[in-house]
């Protein structure tokens, strides 16, 4: 065969293939497509007000897009307790929790070393600008806040993993610690998306923070973990702050108390007929969760140890 008839063989080959194997489709397609389903919908635990049912098909739970493939890989069916399909693909059952929201929320870490006291005026050099810029627009200033809140997670995550695999040893499970925390930010992140769009400049602006940060405190990481774990736990304690102020407005009537959105109301196992300010208490919860967890790693290495010496609180929540 010449060269250009195999060329004309294989393109018809792939034109054939094509739609086989790449195709997607949908026995609910069109009927989301046409506004179908919406978010409250898929939620085990919200109810579907009709008004939302229009909303985001895309974020379809188990079942709702068929690809066509060859490879096998089936998705498991997830139920929850009570048999009833489980909705959402980007968090499962045993992924949820209930939120301990008993932990003291005013506690600080007093900065007695140089080190405490630099981070310490990191953190407080950092907060200002985002304080002015933002006042009292709380949700805006959440989303934001997320998006860094869940990268010391995985940074400090990813370098224990190398480190892991680089000598050979175990990392007393701090690795799973460090992830579960970057998720469990990234997931307030999804919260929050839900309640307020933002705009293009927020956008622009989340875009060049990650990149300064991400590096930041990547190489502050890799210089001295103590450090950075220090830095993250003063973050944590300003997460803290921003939220109760954020709570304080929800409660003067300054900020409206809306409904929860259904993902908060899956995630933290909220009632029903939960709101707002139910999901900021939970979020500030985790936060005085994550501020205890980085100072503990830091206090550890501080003490001339090292991370693995202690098992790591996985699924500190
Ligand atoms: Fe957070
Ligand atoms: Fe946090």
């Not at 050979?168 to 997931?187: D, V, Y």
Request: proline fraction near 5%; charge should be neutral.
């Amino acid at each position: 065969m010449s060269h250009n008839g195999a060329v004309k063989l294989s393109g018809t080959l792939l034109r054939q293939l094509r739609p086989r194997i790449f195709s997607v489709s949908s026995s609910y397609g069109n009927a989301a497509g046409a506004g179908g389903i919406g978010i409250r919908h898929w939620s085990t635990a919200a109810s579907p007000p009709a008004s939302e049912e229009k909303k985001a098909p895309q974020a379809a739970g188990e079942g709702k897009v068929v690809i066509s493939s060859y490879w096998g890989v089936t998705p498991a069916r997830v139920s929850k307790a009570d048999g009833s399909p489980w909705r959402w693909n980007c968090f499962r059952p045993w992924e949820t929790y209930t939120a301990d929201v008993s932990i003291d929320v005013k506690k600080h870490h007093i900065a007695s070393t140089f080190m405490d006291k630099f981070a310490y005026w990191t953190v407080q050099t950092l907060k200002y600008p985002t304080y002015l810029f933002f006042q009292r627009r709380h949700m805006c200033h959440a989303l934001l806040l997320e998006t860094v809140a869940a990268v010391p997670g995985m940074v400090g995550g990813m370098l224990l993993h190398c480190k892991s695999l680089r000598r050979f040893e175990q990392s007393g499970g701090w690795i799973k610690a460090l992830l579960e925390e970057a998720e469990n930010e990234r997931m307030h992140l999804m919260t929050f998306i839900e309640l307020s769009k933002p705009q293009w400049y927020e956008r622009a602006l989340v875009f060049a923070v990650q990149g300064l940060f991400f590096n930041a405190y990547f190489f502050t990481y890799l210089a001295s973990p103590k450090l950075a774990h220090r830095i993250t736990g003063y973050l944590e304690e300003e997460a803290v702050n921003s939220y109760t102020e954020f709570l304080n407005d929800i409660e003067n009537g300054k900020f409206e108390n809306s409904p929860a959105p259904a993902i908060a109301i899956d995630y933290w196992r909220l009632p029903p007929d939960a709101r707002l300010k139910d999901v900021i208490t939970v979020i500030r919860a985790d936060e005085a969760h994550h501020r205890d967890l980085n100072h503990f790693a830091s206090d550890i290495q501080c003490q001339g140890h090292e991370l693995k010496e202690y098992p790591a609180p996985i699924g500190y929540h």
